[in-house]
């Protein structure tokens, strides 16, 4: 199918779940009810780091409207296994110490046990009454204290993981790798410019909106039903099935709608320990998190100490690129370096590269995914040494990243070559965009832009359409629908078909009753629940063609199918007459898709962005801003500027002032959203947006998902404005108004007044 | 621990209703959990994130800081009472056109809240509607076409009424 022949592919039809999401009908989370149900309230540590010596729950099993408590003595003791949790797996140990402390609690919020109660407050109540005795051990809050000698052991059993071997040593240092390509000592030889900067960045939240909510039956015929908010209802179905010790099959899950979730909504918190009060009360139980909860208690994304060094040519080629990525994990291993270390240097083809990434754990809630994760950090360090390299050339900053970009063919540190991508095409929209040449005056305002790479992810999804006798069809897909994918995949199936988009009826199906799909989550779901809707759609007009031939008295392979009409040997039918004769030519018809792509095409994104920095307060005000993507091919572009401009709003808040700030304990301070400053409406621009379109040659569309890869670019795009701005270069995210003060008055305060060009040239 | 529960009359979505609620519970609570209105969103229980804005006695509130003992004689608005006989209200309608809505969990305050400001105010400016709205959290949009929507329902309201 060429371009202009496409129908749906491409317009903007309504979200077919638009309706009950403006009016309140959706159901979240925290929105279901069962009859007899009963209200969970989880305890927490107190403590970032404690032996629990012993707890009694006495006083709280006895208070009036409790019907239940548990603790990780309630959990069974199955024995250790690598549990998929959907783009990755964990072990079972992991997963079940995060779900309720057994023998010491890892960071403050650490769940520690759980009381079922006749309402919310009874049981709040009750939990306040659990008694834990704890012994306070010494934290480690980041890589560095971490890895310091002689620094607490988090986790006992921990041996550190080097270059893929066991080395048998402990500490919490979980994994020590590295990735090479050509000869960098030498590569940094033929540079005439090298340029090595340090960097850290600060945790921080995905902060959806919705906090985690589960309601779970534990059924008197030993079924466990769950119905909750979460990325992927298979993921939650094989996650709680193996820390209860039960076979997939006796667990059921409904996914209801989600208010976000940016990758921290995969891994479970709540369903087992629901389970377990619902096991023991003989009622269903409901447990919603509060917000503290959520910042205290569920995976934020992992703060980061890093090095990078890049040396170039006077010419402007870069010769060489050394990453030192240390991550942290947070109580448990599993820091998305491995990802940052794929896109640190993944936007350049560099001949000589090392990388080596370390994941630690530290006295923090287990870090999880959030948006191209591990990335952004990455990128941040990157694009502010290419920055200022491209300066220090006297390079424009695009032309320089033009001058070295990945291309096909360009193979990454990590091992992949790349095939078809869009990097220069970023780059070249980037260029053109009468943004980037506008003029930016006044004092105290500088423009930066910045470059990121996500690699995308494939993975299962399956999906089913059933014909309807008029001529529409109903499709059963498996992916929760964080922003609309019913609708792009809605729209892929309809193209195929030769319908419109509201001839098809989407729904998010249940565990029972479709195909194994993973997570909604690598930008996986309009790349891969689209195609599994192409198959499915393929396989309709299959079926169909025989009905067709059944009713012509011919061969099937003699039917043809273009937009929405059957034709044979001069005869023809559309699709809809043929659906009202479904009965009498031998029934349904039900086409299926399942899909397991395992190479999607990554995708480049790119931000260009002024800012003015205040010179008496420090604050950074963005005063426009432009995202670049590509996105293969845009099914339904509005949705497509949605990924763009949340992504680089997230981005945004990262860069300026979000983080956990923590005390010496290890206390989060700011466990609120009026502390935890994310990026209100006031705040920030319009956000401008480019779709670009290189598409992905093997998918039916050339769809490349664009979920993640628009978070990436920001922060550097934001830290080198605020350079231009200021003279000031910023090397730890957020560049809060006290960081930018701070950097103001040391750059007053140095002989020269910080000169531009420091110890930058070799 | 049972609290003596106190009986509560006020108007809500054009309709009188009565319930029991214990002092300590928030109108949030009270709508959700007594009277089954779902509408209204929990993000934070304190006030920072709007997702449970509802409008009381004409002005939009966060219904998780107002105690359900003080909607006593007072008239509140929802977010299921915004649409009227089958017909989406303008503001529904733009933010659906607009795309303005990704997961949507913000979507009944954002609403709640942009209706209660075109109530007041038919032409507002972007700087008045962001710093109108800067209650309402949203983590999905960036707010672009949240901002873009309120305009288009502004504009059409005028149309009406012209
Ligand atoms: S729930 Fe009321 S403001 Fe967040
Ligand atoms: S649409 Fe998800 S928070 Fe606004």
Known sequence: MSESTYAVVGTRPPRHDATDKVTGRAHYGADFQLTGMLHGFILRSPHAHAAIRRIDVSKAEAFPGVKAVVTSADLPESPEQMVDIGEGAMPLSYIRGNMLARSKVLYKGHAVAAVAAVSPHVAEEAASLIEVDYDVLPCALTVEDAMRDGAPVILPDLRT????????????????????????????????????????TATVHQGYIEPHATTVLWNEDGHVLVWCSSQGAFTVRKATA???????????????????????????????????????????????????????????????????????????????????????????????????????????????????GYDVVVNKPSTAAYRAPGATQAAFATESVVD???????????????????????????????????????????????????????????????????????????????VNSDGTVNLLDGSVDLSGTRTSVSMQAAETLGLRAEDVRPSVGDTDSIGFTEVTGGSRTTYATGWAAVEAARDVIGQMKERAALLWETDAASVEFDRGVFRAGGRSITFQELAAQLDETGGPVVGRGAVNPSGAGGSFSGAIADVEVDPETGKVSVLRFTAVQDAGRAIHPSYVEGQMQGGSVQGIGWALNEEYFMSAEGAMLNSSWLDYRMPTSLDLPMIDTVIVEVPDPEHPFGVRGVGEANIVPPPAAVSNAVY??????????????????EALWQKESEPGGGSLHSDAAA | MTHRKTLVRATVNQESVEFLCEPRQSLLECLRDILGLTGAKEGCNDGNCGACTVILDGRPVNACLVLGVEAEGCEIETIEGIARAGALHPVQRAYLESAALQCGFCTPGLI??????LDQEPNPSEERIRMWLANNLCRCTGYDKVIRAVQRAAEEMREVRA
Not at chain 1, 174 to 197: I, M, S
Not at chain 1, 263 to 277: F, N, Q, T
Request: net charge positive.
């Open chain 1, 161 to 200: 993981k080097e270059f893929g071997e066991q080395t048998g040593r402990p500490g919490n240092v979980a994994e020590h790798f590295r990735h090479v390509l050509g000869d960098a000592e030498n590569g940094f030889t033929e540079a005439d410019l090298v340029v090595e900067r340090e960097f850290r």
């Open chain 1, 242 to 356: 193996a820390v209860l010790d039960l076979p997939v099959l006796r667990v059921s899950v409904t996914p209801l709608e989600i208010g976000g979730g940016f990758g921290g909504k995969i891994r479970i918190y709540l369903e087992p320990v629901a389970a377990l009060l619902s096991k023991k009360s003989g009622r269903p139980v409901k447990i919603v998190m509060s917000r503290q909860d959520v910042f205290e208690g569920t995976g934020p994304t992992p703060g980061s100490h890093m090095r990078i060094k890049m040396g170039a040519r006077k010419d402007g080629r870069i010769t060489a690129a050394q990453a030192y990525l240390a991550y942290e994990a947070g109580a448990y291993p599993g820091a998305m370096v491995a990802p940052g270390a794929m896109c640190v240097f993944a936007a350049y083809d560099i001949p000589n590269v090392v990388i080596d």
């Open chain 1, 388 to 466: 200022e390299i491209a300066e220090n050339l006297g390079l424009d900053p695009v032309e320089f990243r033009l001058m070295n970009a990945a291309k096909e063919g360009t193979r990454r540190a990590d091992g992949p070559k790349f095939r078809r991508i869009g990097c220069v095409e970023v780059l070249e929209a980037m260029r053109n965009h009468p943004h980037y040449r506008a003029p930016l005056e006044g004092p105290n305002r500088g423009r930066g832009v910045a470059v990121g790479f996500w690699f995308n992810v494939g993975l299962a999804s399956s999906c089913t359409i059933s």
């Open chain 1, 724 to 741: 231009r701005a200021t003279g000031v270069r910023l090397y730890r995210l957020p560049m809060n108004p006290v960081a930018v003060m």
């Open chain 2, 112 to 117: 709640v809240a942009t209706k209660a400001l």
